[in-house]
Structures are given as structure tokens and as C-alpha cells.
């Protein structure tokens, strides 16, 4: 079975600053590759997907995400975060059956400071 | 246009009582999925609908919860009897076509759920 991993549970950084967010998947199938976030009590919102194509997918809100087959990991990238970013950030990866239903990780708690 | 409606937003019963959750999906929309999310995890699919057919209900614990999606728009969840690990965030989403992986799920507010 497919299973996500997001190593960080918890990154802080300052407003303005780079971040980014970590995620690997184990699959030796062709895979489809997500990220959401979810701000306090919302639900989860599409921040970008890769289907197949370019590596490099950008998404909304600034962010950009890079597909890495040979190090299975596909980590979510901004080059200057605000306050409103704060929020938790979810990798997910279908599992490939005719459900492609979503395998979600831990998630990753972005807390940007002024 | 309006999002996926969920109702209660929250939600305190004991154990071994009864509880429902009702979602109502983005006009339109084909395929309805429910999600358990515990606190500190990523959202767990419960069970995937396609108009008012399952298409997965792999890993509902089909002893004590129930969903139905009548004529193919709104859904209820049900736990009967509810356990304290029932604790969670339950979420429903939509997306407008089939199962395809092209297709976008698009999230509602979610009900929190406290079993005491």
C-alpha cells in the first residue's frame, strides 16, 4: 500500500523568510501527487497537483511544488511567506487503484512570525 | 457558487450514544466522500460515493457507522454506538465528474466530533 510521509509536524519561520515543506511517498508505480492546505476550522483546499508533464507545478498563493522520481518526494516551496499562510499543509498521493483514492500524510503545521 | 455544506459544525455526545452528520455536496456534483480526520493525522477516506452507488467503503467500520446518499445529492453519516477513538473531525468533499485522479475535491468546513 501507498503511504505519505511528512517528516516535519511543525515548521516555524519568519515572515518574508523561504520555507519549505517536506513530503515523500513510497509507490514503485506511476503516482499522482497533491498538496492542500487547511486553514483553522476550514476544510481542505487544493493548493496544486502533479499529474504527469513538468516537474515543477505551481500552484496557488505563490506556491510551487517539485516531483522527484528518483528520490520519491515531492516538497512544497515558497520563496517569501506571510502571516496568512499559517496553516496546516497536507501531502497526499492516490493509490493508484480505479478509486485513485487519496492516501493523505500528517501533515505539516506553517507558522510564520512577523 | 456554493461550497460543500456540512451541518452540525460541532458536536458532544457519550459513548455508546448515537450521532449523525449530514453534508450536502456542490450542485451538481457526481461523486461525494466522507473523511475522518483524527487529531494529528492526515484525513482518512471512509467511504466514496458515485451518484447514490459505493464505490469504496474499504475502511468504514461498517459495525457501528453507516452512510447513505439518497437520490444521489445530500449524504448522512452515522455512528451507532459511538467509542471514545470516534473522536475526530469528520469531512466531507465533492468533485463534479467520476473517480478519475483529474478530478478535484473540493472540501466542506467539517464537523468535530467529541465523544466523552
Known amino acids: 500500500a501507498q503511504s505519505v510521509t511528512q517528516l516535519d509536524s511543525q515548521v516555524p519561520v519568519f515572515e518574508e523568510a523561504p520555507v519549505e515543506l517536506r513530503c515523500n511517498y513510497s509507490?514503485?508505480?506511476?503516482?499522482?501527487l497533491f498538496w492542500y492546505v487547511q486553514y483553522p476550522n476550514q476544510g481542505l483546499q487544493l493548493l496544486l497537483k502533479y499529474l504527469s508533464g513538468s516537474t515543477l507545478v505551481k500552484g496557488i498563493n505563490g506556491f510551487e511544488a517539485e516531483f522527484n522520481k528518483s528520490q520519491t518526494s515531492f516538497h512544497l516551496r515558497k520563496p517569501s511567506v506571510h502571516i496568512s499562510d499559517t496553516a496546516e499543509y497536507f501531502c497526499?498521493?492516490?493509490?493508484?487503484?480505479?478509486?485513485?483514492?487519496?492516501?493523505f500524510g500528517s501533515g505539516t503545521r506553517l507558522l510564520v512570525r512577523p | 457558487e456554493a461550497g460543500v455544506a456540512q451541518s452540525p459544525r460541532y458536536k458532544i455526545i457519550e459513548k455508546r450514544q448515537s450521532v449523525a452528520f449530514w453534508c450536502n455536496p456542490i450542485?451538481?456534483?457526481?461523486?461525494l466522500y466522507w473523511y475522518q480526520q483524527i487529531l494529528g493525522q492526515g484525513p482518512k477516506l471512509l467511504i466514496q460515493f458515485q451518484n447514490n452507488g459505493v464505490v469504496d467503503d474499504s475502511q468504514l467500520p461498517k459495525d457501528r457507522f453507516s452512510a447513505e446518499r439518497l437520490k444521489g445529492v445530500d449524504s448522512t453519516l452515522k455512528i451507532q454506538p459511538a467509542k471514545l477513538e470516534d473522536s475526530a473531525v469528520y469531512l466531507c468533499?465533492?468533485?463534479?465528474?467520476?473517480?478519475?485522479?483529474?478530478?478535484?475535491?473540493?472540501f466542506g468546513p467539517g464537523t468535530r466530533l467529541l465523544v466523552l
Open positions: 509507490s514503485s508505480v506511476s503516482v499522482y
Open positions: 450542485s451538481g456534483h457526481a461523486t
Open positions: 497526499a498521493v492516490t493509490q493508484g487503484d480505479s478509486s485513485y483514492k487519496l492516501i
Open positions: 468533499a465533492s468533485s463534479l465528474g467520476g473517480t478519475g485522479v483529474r478530478e478535484t475535491q473540493y
